[in-house]
């Protein structure tokens, strides 16, 4: 817990760049006071999509009597954050969270979506998943590990519809700051309630929509749809034409074997929108290693190339030899 400058150095001292912490106080590690809203654009989205969605959030917010303030994320997306009464679960506020997210997607569906598989995803993801036990996101003011060294800014709502995020930098935040203060300053004094959020949860479940899927390395969720396939193992999802490029180490190898692939198969790069490459960061045993996958469901059926042993094809079971 970072509490005064002194806690603050020390951090530093480690190396830490950007500060993420939990969603909870050191007084109740197990009720959140805060819901967590992630826009989380899918490649090739430009900023005014994010701020687009962020006007529907900000929207069913007010219908919910809930307070939402912006900030950037300092990398390509945007958060809202919003104060609650520490009164539920880490399970319930995820629950809240969801309910949130598909609410979201009903309003902009063509903008929007909250599919947690990223081969089904489009537009603006709204991370739901961003409020279960032990996530963490960038902090206010949080300066991120960019070639800009751009920082996570805390907004009003009329200068965040008008913002562009390459201007907050470490280089001219603390200019700004000085200027005019924390946007966020009166943020502990808007608590809200969840109760209208968990009464369209219910309705939601009523009308027979599941739990959505959790992240893989968390235990399944009570209402969570099967994950595996009981035939063959794999993880239940849309049946779409997802093939696998490449897995490496590094991520610029795992690229480098994406324009190989790209160069033996050139007819279908023109078919190809940012969206259809996937490009996954997976966890290794001490480190992250990386995996491509292309989406083909633009390319014809008679065009599309064959599932073939990725290049490079790195084993993630070779850091627990021995």
Request: with cysteine.
């Amino acid at each position: 817990m970072v509490n005064n400058r002194a806690q603050l150095v020390y951090v530093v001292n480690l190396g830490c760049v950007d500060l993420n912490p939990h969603a909870v106080r050191s007084e109740d590690m197990d009720r959140p006071d805060e819901l967590r809203i992630d826009l989380d654009p899918v490649p090739g989205v430009q900023w005014p999509q994010i701020i687009e969605i962020g006007n529907v959030a900000r929207e069913v917010l007010d219908e919910l009597g809930l307070v939402g303030w912006p900030k950037t994320s300092g990398s390509r997306g945007a958060h809202i954050w919003v104060r609650i009464a520490p009164e539920w679960p880490f399970t319930e506020v995820r629950r809240a969270a969801l309910a949130f997210a598909r609410e979201v997607e009903r309003r902009a569906p063509a903008l929007a979506t909250a599919k947690w598989w990223k081969e089904e995803r489009h537009g603006v993801f709204v991370d739901y998943n961003q409020n279960a036990r032990d996530r963490t996101t960038a902090s206010a003011y949080s300066v991120r590990r960019t070639p800009d060294a751009r920082v996570s800014m805390p907004l009003s709502w009329d200068e965040f519809v008008i913002c562009n995020p390459v201007d907050f930098t470490l280089k001219t935040v603390p200019a700004m700051f000085a200027a005019c203060g924390d946007a966020h300053a009166g943020i502990d004094a808007a608590v809200g309630r969840l109760d209208k959020l968990l009464e369209l949860a219910a309705r939601d479940e009523a009308e027979g929509k599941a739990d959505a899927p959790w992240p893989p390395h968390f235990p399944r969720g009570e209402r969570e749809p099967p994950r595996m396939s009981p035939s063959r193992g794999k993880p239940k999802r849309s049946k779409l034409p997802v093939i696998t490029i490449a897995q490496a180490r590094q991520k610029a190898d795992a690229l480098a074997g994406l324009e190989r692939r790209k160069a033996k198969y050139p007819a279908i790069v023109p078919l190809l929108t940012p969206e259809h490459i996937l490009v996954d960061t997976n966890r290794g045993r001490a480190s992250a290693w990386y995996r491509i996958r292309v989406n083909l469901i633009d390319v014809p059926e008679a065009e599309r190339p064959p599932q073939e042993p990725p290049d490079p094809d790195y084993d993630p079971k070779s850091e627990y030899a021995g």
